[in-house]
């Protein structure tokens, strides 16, 4: 049985306050996705800020409700199980302010074994299990307020794990960290696969997390599913063709809406006045390609062949980065 079935989900926002007498204009954020995921996988949903991926798991952890569609959670309906659902689910949420800095971390993690009805005989061990396993046990005592961003995220994690979940929802889980905190959170969740059979859905707008970690990912693009397979699948659909980086300077990038190829910027130094520009382009295509560019006043510094990646199958269905 799927963890996670998901069947033409839908949600609307209007796009101002209803008055009497006014016409109520509706934001799409999530436009019809399907999705299963399977027991004991993680799943990824990859796509840029405002593709619809924290509204998606909003809805999933029951705490938005969808505007049409269906949604089983451990085969549980989202709409009518919602109070059982929530008892064998978790989520750990974007941003910091999902703990209480005025407690310490030990304090923390009673007050949420509480809410989740942990038998008080198996509290303290719990408790002491889950901080010992996110590197924290040290530091039990410590006021949350003093603690790093990585420090609160491990907590985070923590919190969420405290009810021992059969689902666990992470929301952008390494947004903001340092690298060795980003790192160390990335284990962890694998291992909490791996090693502990959890399913875990996350969101993420990092192609080289969602590459590393997820088991299958699927892209959203403004609300909508645009692509679903393993990373390695989803990259031969770029590797036929060359992934080709160019280096140009004094190239003005609302150009490439009239370009014959599909390129996106990268990187850019506006200092410099350049930008790194990437994209499938077949070997025989390169020189018109580099006369184009030419053409359109662009001085190329280098052009480099590159292996695909998730960003160059990103750029083939929408013709820009994650990051536009």
Known sequence: MNAVEVKNLKKSYPK???LPFRKVEWLEAVKGISFNVKRGELFGLLGPNGAGKTTTIKMLTTLLEPSDGEA???GLDLKRDAREIRKRINLVAEGERTLYWRLSAYE???YFARIYYVPKNKEQKRIKELLELVGLWERRND???GFSRGMKQRLAIAKALINDPEVLFLDEPTLGLDVQSALFVREFIRKLVD??????LLTTHYMAEAEELCDRIAIIDHGKIIALDTPERLKRFVRDEDAVEIKVKDFNPAKLNESPFRLAVVKEDPSLNVLLLRGQVDEEDLPRLVEWLVKNNAKILSVEEKEPTLEDVFIKLTGRTIRD
């Open 195 to 200: 090693e502990q059979g959890k399913t875990v």
């Open 143 to 145: 006021l949350v307020m």
């Open 108 to 110: 923390n993690l009673k």
């Open 16 to 18: 101002k306050i209803p």
């Open 72 to 74: 089983k959670i451990l």
